[in-house]
């Protein structure tokens, strides 16, 4: 077991991975591609499974999987068959804990009959005749009656799982969006989502050949809390490493939505996010009348790999990440443009480990573009806190009633409401995962310090508002470019901002020009004699 | 027109290319050169230790948030005028 995942299932699906990025380096990956099962389980002793040749007969799939998978099916998150252990855990079971009372509510309780007592009165479930209504597990006073529900069913909190009629798992693709939580969850590693590693690797090496072309990896920011044994500047340049160009925040990317996001919302009175595709998914395939409302900004990551498009038009954008919905989201008419290729921190540990690229033995390389607001966004609440900040950035007047659904089920209760009219809200951030992008099912690592670890990693970076971020993006969407009135700082650089809870001045350049004419008669401030200050953040809420 | 194009980049980020970009926004906008002068921005030109890098019309120039006035004064004003 490596200690760079939660789980074995990570651990096997990460192998396969690595060796198939070893061997498509080596040009070898079609003649040798059904070697790689056996390399992984060698001996004939089975670990995993009945015997070593079902271990590699799934491996094969997985090896299937790592390569893309098959294209017929359109759902970048598949059921590999003969993985899915067709578990028996299924509804309502009488535990240990029934003490063969006498009262025996539940034979009462059950309307089918199918409640039976051994010579110890202890309560039996007749499988044949249960209905699953759970009327029994209700009426237990020792609680006794548990409903064991597969990990995959219980896991997807949108019902897209059920069983065809080999009780194999069966996803509904009307219903499925992407968010990976069975992927995360099965714990046989039957399902599985699709790795497009190899479109990585086509174009990190047609690049290597053509200096022209530019391959940028957009990292989300929930990447600060992943490669545990590394420091982040190290896992910066494993990136640059692999080959790619230059690496840059998706975190840019969530300042400029913010940015927009909120004026968007005081336009319009009332918006649903639209940073989580899952989320976007979801609405579309349960809420259809909601769409409308669905805020029109890409997500983070498009919008700023369409910002670097536009400075760079012949490079190529690779978004790295805890999502396997993103992986869908890269195939959208809309996103396809700018987003050349999605994929996750678990399958970059296998391009580092591929090449042989030991991370912790490298020199650091910088990583800042994005402000605080922009980094927590990683987390739930975060997207929230930062259309807050936009709001008064820009100076609005605006009653801000937001709602941070954590995860589908509470999206799915705001949703409803809304729908009905009747949400108190104004403001609808949609996360498909629990706890936001940080426990999204491509991540290495999931737990709990992991939010605290996003928002210490938000402080650490030089801009502590959102406008100081975007600010020097010299588009029309962003304030500067008609904002003349900012005096040249002509002040040594202060090369590190200060904690949030030492500074003073909110002034953004967008909200507080310092009031200098453009024409004014005299010569700007000759360089150290008038220092402007700083443009620094309020502490972070 | 002149093409300013200031890198954006992590590692000149960091060295103050948003006070590099502001500044030059501001004496653009002072010296009335909106018309002659493109500037633009670019994440990173693969010169990162000469931060804050720019170029002007593809000549690369490494300024910084204190030397941005004497560059504009230097390397933009004679283009322009």
């Given at each position: 077991m490596d200690r760079k995942f939660d789980t074995k299932v990570q651990y096997l699906k990460y192998q396969v991975l690595r060796e198939v990025v070893r061997l498509a380096y080596k040009d070898r990956l079609l003649e040798e591609a059904s070697t790689i099962p056996k390399r992984i389980v060698p001996g004939k002793v089975p670990t995993m499974r009945c015997c070593v040749f079902k271990e590699r007969a799934i491996l094969q799939e997985r090896v299937r999987m790592a390569s893309g998978g098959t294209s017929a099916n359109p759902n970048i998150i598949e059921v590999i068959d003969i993985a899915c252990d067709e578990c028996p855990v299924g509804g309502f079971e009488v535990t240990n804990a029934c003490r063969g009372c006498i009262a025996h509510r539940c034979e009462q309780a059950c309307r089918k009959g199918a409640i039976t007592f051994d010579q110890h009165q202890k309560a039996h479930i007749d499988k044949n005749k249960c209905?699953?209504?759970?009327?029994?597990?209700?009426?237990?006073?020792?609680?006794?009656?548990?409903?064991?529900?597969?990990?995959?069913?219980?896991?997807?909190?949108?019902?897209?799982?059920?069983?065809?009629?080999?009780?194999?798992?069966?996803?509904?693709?009307?219903?499925?969006?992407?968010?990976?939580?069975?992927?995360?969850?099965?714990?046989?590693?039957?399902?599985?989502?699709?790795?497009?590693?190899?479109?990585?690797?086509?174009?990190?090496?047609?690049?290597?050949?053509?200096?022209?072309?530019?391959?940028?990896?957009?990292?989300?920011?929930?990447?600060?809390?992943?490669?545990?044994?590394?420091?982040?500047?190290?896992?910066?340049?494993?990136?640059?490493?692999?080959?790619?160009?230059?690496?840059?925040?998706?975190?840019?990317?969530?300042?400029?939505?913010?940015?927009?996001?909120?004026?968007?919302?005081?336009?319009?009175?009332?918006?649903?996010?639209?940073?989580?595709?899952?989320?976007?998914?979801?609405?579309?395939?349960?809420?259809?009348?909601?769409v409308q409302h669905i805020s029109h900004n890409l997500s983070p990551q498009a919008t700023i790999a369409q910002y670097i498009k536009k400075t760079d038009p012949k490079c190529k954008i690779v978004f790295i990440g805890p999502c396997t919905a993103k992986k869908m989201e890269v195939q959208l008419e809309e996103v396809k443009p700018y987003v050349d290729a999605a994929m996750t921190f678990e399958e970059l540990q296998a391009l580092f480990d591929g090449l042989d690229i030991d991370i912790t033995t490298l020199p650091e390389e910088p990583l800042d573009n994005a402000s605080y607001y922009g980094r927590i966004f990683a987390r739930s609440g975060g997207l929230t806190d930062a259309v807050r900040e936009g709001i008064k950035e820009h100076g609005l007047e605006f009653d801000f009633k937001p709602i941070a659904c954590n995860g589908l089920a509470e999206c799915r209760k705001a949703l409803l409401l809304a729908s009905r009219g009747k949400l108190p809200n104004n403001f609808i951030e949609g996360m498909a995962c629990l706890g936001g992008c940080i426990g999204g099912a491509g991540c290495l690592t999931h737990g709990d310090k992991i939010a605290s670890n996003i928002d210490k990693y938000g402080k650490e970076a030089l801009e502590q508002t959102i406008s100081g971020a975007v600010s020097q993006y010299l588009s029309k969407d962003y304030p500067v470019k008609e904002n003349t009135e900012i005096p040249p700082s002509g002040a040594p650089f202060v090369p590190h901002a200060p904690t949030p809870e030492a500074s003073s001045s909110p002034a953004a350049p967008s909200a507080q020009p310092v009031p200098t004419p453009p024409a004014a008669a005299p010569a700007p401030p000759a360089a150290a004699s008038a220092p402007a200050p700083e443009p620094k953040a309020q502490p972070a809420p | 027109m002149v093409k300013i194009t200031v890198c954006l980049g992590s590692s000149c980020h960091l060295k103050g290319s948003r006070q590099v970009v502001q500044d030059l926004q501001y004496l653009i906008g002072h010296h009335n050169l909106k018309d002659k002068i493109d500037l633009s921005g670019i994440f990173c030109m693969g010169q990162c230790q000469k931060g804050v890098c720019v170029t002007v019309d593809g000549e690369l120039h490494s300024v910084k948030p204190e030397t941005t006035q004497t560059f504009f004064d230097e390397v933009i004003m004679p283009r322009v005028s």
């Open positions: 209905v699953e209504c759970g009327m029994c597990a209700k009426v237990c006073p020792y609680n006794a009656i548990m409903n064991f529900r597969r990990p995959c069913e219980q896991a997807c909190m949108i019902k897209a799982i059920s069983m065809n009629e080999d009780k194999v798992a069966l996803i509904d693709e009307s219903k499925c969006v992407r968010c990976g939580a069975c992927v995360y969850m099965c714990p046989f590693g039957a399902i599985v989502d699709k790795s497009y590693i190899l479109n990585v690797i086509d174009i990190l090496r047609k690049a290597e050949k053509d200096p022209e072309v530019h391959v940028y990896a957009v990292v989300a920011p929930s990447i600060s809390g992943q490669f545990s044994y590394a420091k982040l500047g190290q896992v910066i340049a494993g990136i640059m490493k692999c080959g790619f160009f230059q690496v840059v925040e998706a975190a840019l990317g969530a300042d400029m939505v913010a940015y927009k996001e909120s004026a968007e919302l005081v336009e319009k009175g009332f918006l649903l996010s639209s940073c989580c595709p899952a989320f976007v998914d979801f609405v579309h395939k349960e809420f259809p009348t909601m | -």
